[in-house]
């Protein structure tokens, strides 16, 4: 390597965006690596690269000791001396190295380490970008599909759709551009692995923010969705402009908008409710399109039993369930569907159990209870505290008033009394060993 090497190193750098330093930190370690291997050389080597030159420099390691007992290792006092005077015994010689064709095995190395390093920074760089894009929407281009993958191309990088995050409905055909979500994004061994998904409910409320400007400007606010990918979806939104109807705006003239994101979908169902504060009303709106005669509610379970027309009933419930499944989630309230007739028919003790109203009272009572118990707990607690610091009290007055009898100043006077005949005692036992010496 020579000057010109490190020139291109400092351009090559500065356009991938990596710090010269980790190149040449990571060829150094490469070069003994390749130095031991190429040379079958197993003594300690030690290789510095100039980062201004480009030199290189190769370096025997060896301990100076009196006695050389291992010749790859160790290297005596005498001949020590000869490369440094300062060196002595325990010291560490540094005897340069010149190895043949050495320069050759450099470059190849030194390419290697270049490509691998840049590799490394661009796989780091694309993971930064994509990391910060999660929940966000992508358009790809189906590449090829599996058993169980989809393989997306995003341009710059490979995406994957897992089985979980597709759906069954859906056809995925190779070279087809499609909308994703960025589901996750990994940082694996080898580059960074992009997880899509066309199932998640929030690809739906990324489509809606793309084509219908209100949401995106914050006028219109998605409430909360609920979804069965491929087959149907339920959107609860609100206006925060009396002027402007959400579900108008969201639908679009002649249904444009909202087909738009169906097409995306691939055919999808999506119903948009508008949400609303009072319960009874939500719920109505959400098992939409079927006419609700009368909701009930337990707002302390979120519990609710609904009322239609006999012919409604099926409606309201939807296929397989699906209506009301949809309407649930998108709630969060349990839903009990009856029709009138079934209505009718009911006694109050059976409207009870569906709204579970005895539930909630056998939880108060116990709740109750135990308040109960824990205020005469507490009660008893400070009686006994009360009676501690009271007899606390009494014991502490007795032992002051039975001191209070006592001079104060005579314990003191008992302790230096006792301290100047031990000083005597000992000053008397230092004089009789002195006579007797």
């Known amino acids: 390597m020579n000057k010109d090497f490190m020139l291109a190193l400092d351009e090559l750098c500065k356009d991938k965006n990596v710090e010269k330093e980790i190149i040449l930190d990571a ?30 420099g190769v370096y025997a390691l060896k301990e100076v000791v009196d006695e050389v007992v291992d010749n790859i290792n160790q290297i005596s006092v005498k001949d020590a001396k000869e490369v440094d005077p300062t060196l002595f015994v325990g010291d560490t010689a540094r005897i340069k190295l010149v190895p043949k064709n050495f320069g050759r095995v450099a470059a190849q190395t030194a390419r290697n380490i270049v490509i691998q390093k840049i590799r490394d920074a661009q796989r780091e760089s694309l993971f930064g970008d994509y990391l910060d894009r999660e929940n966000e929407l992508i358009t790809g281009s189906i590449q090829r599909v599996d058993k169980y993958n989809v393989y997306v191309n995003l341009d710059r990088i490979e995406g994957i759709v897992p089985l979980k995050e597709q759906v069954a409905t859906e056809q995925y055909i190779p070279n087809e551009r499609m909308k994703f979500l960025i589901k996750e994004v990994r940082n694996s061994g080898k580059d960074p692995q992009i997880v899509l998904s066309r199932s998640s409910e929030n690809l739906v409320t990324r489509l809606f923010e793309l084509e219908i400007p209100e949401i995106t400007d914050g006028i219109i606010e998605i409430y909360s969705i609920s979804r069965e990918a491929g087959s149907r979806t339920k959107m609860a939104v609100f206006s925060n402009d009396e002027t402007i109807d959400a579900v108008g705006a969201c639908i679009g003239y002649k249904g444009a908008r909202v087909n738009t994101i169906v097409d995306a979908l691939q055919g999808e169902k999506i119903d948009i409710i508008n949400y609303s504060n ?48 949809l309407a649930a989630r998108l709630t969060g309230w349990k839903i009990d569907i009856k029709s009138k007739l079934e209505f009718d028919n009911l006694s109050e003790e059976e409207i009870d159990e569906i709204l579970a109203v005895n539930e909630v009272e056998e939880e108060s009572t116990l709740e109750d209870s135990l308040d109960l118990e824990k205020e005469n707990l507490k009660d008893t607690e400070e009686e006994n505290l009360e009676d501690n610091l009271e007899e606390s009290t009494e014991d502490e007055s007795l032992q002051i008033s039975e001191e209070s009898d006592q001079d104060p100043y005579e314990e003191d006077l008992d302790e230096l009394e006792e301290t100047d005949q031990e000083l005597e005692e000992s000053d008397e036992e230092d004089l009789s060993e002195e006579d007797e010496n």
């Open 278 to 325: 009072d319960i009874e009303t939500f719920i109505s709106n959400a098992l939409s399109p079927a006419d609700i005669i009368e909701v009930i509610v337990n707002e302390k379970n979120k519990k609710s039993l609904v009322v239609v027309e006999d012919d409604q009933l099926s409606l309201a419930i939807g296929k397989e369930g699906q209506n009301a499944r």
């Open 27 to 56: 060829l150094e370690k490469a070069l003994v690596k390749s130095y031991q291997k190429n040379y079958d050389n197993q003594e300690n080597v030690d290789v510095v690269i100039d980062h201004d030159t480009g030199e290189i």
